[in-house]
T-cell receptor, first 110, second 113 residues
Framework: DAKTTQPTSMDCAEGRAANLPCNHS???????VYWYRQIHSQGPQYIIH???NNETNEMASLIITEDRKSSTLILPHATLRDTAVYYC???????????FGGGTRLMVKP | DAMVIQNPRYQVTQFGKPVTLSCSQT?????MYWYQQKSSQAPKLLFH???????NEADTPDNFQSRRPNTSFCFLDIRSPGLGDAAMYLC????????????FGPGTRLTVT
């Protein structure tokens, strides 16, 4: 599975959009981009995934560049409860395994 | 609500004393996973079951074993815990059909004294 690069940490003001970038320049054609988050002392939680089209669900939006080498997770109106480590993971759907990288620690501030 | 349950949430064991961590699920998923997460690190996959087929990651120490007696339950056995095995142990499930997202339990934090 392709490796990902994410900023170590980010801050966001409560109520504002949080935009979390992820670089996956070695992604191959059959690999999906997945996002999970882990709130302190809890297990990771699935957020969203996509292949090449932008995706939106009740939690977030995923924007994937046309060349698929990077993506952005958008939390449209961040709340204090969105403070967590956000993991961007690239993998193909032939297998179920997730390889977690370093993630981005998002701090939402009042 | 359907969920992944881990018991206990906190476990203390002595150096070298075998310990078993438990995971159960009500999702009826056919794949179950065990991850180890050390402090300030990302989760690391130890092994997974696809139904009863056991799949060990290449770098998982022999000290770690697992059992899955039925669809709902999975156990992590640490035969001789060392101080370096202190970590959060996360259980997760997924369905081979439909979505591939994994559902995680809350984890068991293991302390080795």
């Amino acid at each position: 599975d392709a490796k990902t690069t994410q900023p170590t940490s980010m801050d966001c003001a409560e109520g504002r959009a949080a935009n979390l970038p992820c670089n996956h320049s070695t992604i191959s054609g059959n690999e999906y981009v997945y996002w999970y988050r882990q709130i302190h002392s809890q297990g990771p939680q699935y957020i969203i995934h996509g292949l090449k089209n932008n995706e939106t669900n009740e939690m977030a939006s995923l924007i994937i560049t046309e060349d698929r080498k990077s993506s952005t997770l958008i939390l449209p109106h961040a709340t204090l409860r969105d403070t967590a480590v956000y993991y961007c993971i690239v993998r193909n759907n032939a297998g179920n395994m997730l390889t977690f990288g370093g993630g981005t620690r998002l701090m939402v501030k009042p | 609500d359907a969920m992944v349950i881990q018991n206990p949430r906190y476990q203390v064991t002595q150096f070298g004393k075998p310990v078993t961590l438990s995971c159960s699920q009500t999702l009826n998923h056919n794949v179950m996973y065990w991850y180890q997460q050390k402090s300030s690190q990302a989760p690391k996959l130890l092994f997974h079951y696809y139904d009863k087929d056991f799949n060990n990651e290449a770098d998982t120490p022999d000290n770690f074993q697992s059992r899955r007696p039925n669809t709902s339950f999975c156990f992590l056995d640490i035969r001789s815990p060392g101080l370096g095995d202190a970590a959060m142990y996360l259980c997760a499930t997924s369905s081979w059909t439909g979505g591939y997202e994994q559902y995680f339990g809350p984890g068991t934090r293991l302390t080795v004294t």
